[in-house]
């Protein structure tokens, strides 16, 4: 009982099956305290063996599918994170989000904006001058990759797009910043 005691606190995933020759119900106690998963007493016959471990199994393969599911929700919500951030900025700009909410939801979509000064840039594509051959959302496509490309090592920048508008949210390390980031986006 003290190995378990020592097993269970430095591996308390490791399943234990205590066979015994004690029928002392101290002994079983202190084992349903262990969280010791069988306490059989010897001797032990084959069809009472061959239970043991088939339900030592079931529990087994019950706790490797909960982990699976587990992974696969994890895996979901991270091919899910590019689209719950978009939603987050467009309610971020649309003023859906008290100020007391917004480190909550950045924590949970893996937001990393540290501030302290943020600026919210708007590149609008004219429908009016779109190239030939070009739709209006291939050139907002083309634009957004050029800005990235452009502001990429210069800024802290998150881009999505908003009713056909390409939005760079900015994070800004001093006020010095804003008028910087703003000459650069007028020369782009």
Same mark, same amino acid.
């Given at each position: 009982? @003290?190995?378990?005691? #020592? %097993? *269970?606190?430095? +591996?308390?995933?490791?399943? %234990? ?12 106690? =202190? !084992?349903? &305290?262990?969280?010791? @998963? =069988? +306490?059989?007493? *010897?001797?032990?016959? !084959? %069809? ?16 490797? =599918? ?44 893996? %937001? ?11 590149? #609008?594509?004219?429908?009016? &001058? ?12 083309? $634009?957004?990759?050029? !800005? ?5 090592? *210069?800024?802290?920048?998150? +881009? ?6 390409? $939005? ?21």
């Amino acid at each position: 009982l @003290e190995l378990c005691a #020592h %097993i *269970k606190a430095k +591996y308390p995933a490791t399943k %234990i099956l205590l066979f015994t020759g004690f029928d002392d119900f101290e002994y079983a106690k =202190e !084992a349903v &305290h262990l969280e010791i @998963e =069988e +306490y059989i007493l *010897k001797p032990v016959n !084959a %069809i009472e063996l061959s239970d043991c471990l088939k339900r030592l199994k079931d529990v087994l393969d019950k706790e490797r =599918e909960e982990k699976l599911n587990i992974r696969k929700l994890e895996q979901y919500y991270t091919d899910s994170l590019p689209v719950l951030q978009t939603n987050f900025f467009c309610s971020l700009i649309e003023g859906r989000i008290t100020e007391g909410e917004i480190r909550k939801f950045m924590g949970a979509y893996r %937001i990393s904006l540290p501030g302290p000064y943020f600026c919210c840039a708007v590149l #609008h594509i004219s429908e009016n &001058h779109v190239p030939d051959n070009m739709t209006p959302l291939l050139l907002s496509v083309s $634009v957004q990759r050029e !800005a990235q490309e452009r502001f990429q090592g *210069k800024w802290d920048c998150r +881009y999505f797009t908003y009713l056909g508008n390409i $939005v760079m949210l900015v994070n800004i390390e001093g006020e010095r910043g804003i008028t910087r980031l703003t000459e650069e986006c007028y020369r782009f």
